[in-house]
């Protein structure tokens, strides 16, 4: 059934999905091509409560890496703004319509599934990854020049500072929807800097040394938040260094990934419903939702307004 407080509370951008679906392209890297498909892979792998589904969620993380990694000037500021808030304002009305005509078949009120929380998420939990990132990636955008110029020890110095104190905040089960989700994706956001092309080589310690405390936070016991950025930080790094060429199929199927994060609790909630329903928890689940949102992204890519959103 639809509900989006439901959902657990703890997944855009033009580098995410991207466009080129003709002969091999050597001049992308296909292992982060790759990346953006099993990170739409975990995604659902998490959200269908899959076997792993804690590993699944370093999606996450490696989304938010992978699109800030590669922020450019700021001529890109109201293309990349709008890049998600579009797909966030066209999702939410979506989802908006669809839980008040199940409030209305069920016979409940129209505004009860409404909570404050949707000032940061939207009306469907897994929406709040748009506006989190068209705020980011104007921030980075913004101040691009004066973030190229921090050194590693400093990016280092502000993600302690700051970053682990939300890690151990999530942790405490203490914070609200919306919020909880919003300090998930900030550890990232302020480790993305060590990351970006000018400067992952220097940073390479500093990664290697932040991925090292990470999975020992995780293993004494702040699992929530760190073991996902532990994943995510040493995947892209192998990947940012293994460069591949990207067949067709690939590309292809990396250019859904948007969509496939955005259409795939529609399409759980229909599975849910049939008569058979979802036994939950299986890989076989795991695997029928993401191909059957993998044939609804590609049909909404199909289309003009469809591509607009996804």
Partial sequence: MLNPNAENTRAASRYWAPRRVGGSDTTRNGSLELLRVLGAFGIVLFHANGPASAIGYAALPLFILMSLQLQSG?????????????????????????????????????????????????????????????????????????????????????????????????NTDTLPGGVAQWVFGLPAVLLAP???????????????????????????????????????????????????????????????????????????AVLARLPTGLPGNSLMDVILIFVLSCVGAHLLRSTEVGRKIT
């Fill in 74 to 170: 700021r001529g890109d500021l109201e293309r990349r703004f709008w890049r998600f808030l579009t797909p966030f304002i066209a999702w939410s009305l979506i989802y908006t319509g669809l839980y008040t005509a199940q409030a209305v078949a069920t016979q409940q009120s129209v505004t009860a599934w409404i909570a404050p929380s949707m000032i940061l998420t939207g009306p469907s939990l897994h929406l709040w990854f748009l506006p989190f990132m068209a705020v980011c990636s104007t921030l980075f955008i913004m101040f691009h020049d004066p973030l190229s110029r921090l050194s590693p020890t400093r990016i280092s110095t502000v993600f302690a500072l700051i970053g682990l104190p939300c890690l151990y905040a999530l």
């Fill in 194 to 268: 060590l990351l970006c092309r000018h400067m992952i080589q220097t940073a390479a310690l500093h990664l290697v040394g932040w991925y090292t405390a990470l999975l020992l936070l995780a293993v004494a016991g702040l699992s929530d938040g760190a073991l996902q950025l532990g994943i995510a930080l040493v995947v892209l790094f192998v990947a940012n260094s293994v460069h591949i060429a990207t067949p067709p199929w690939l590309s292809a199927l990396s250019a859904l990934s948007f969509g496939i994060y955005l259409i795939h609790p529609l399409i759980a």
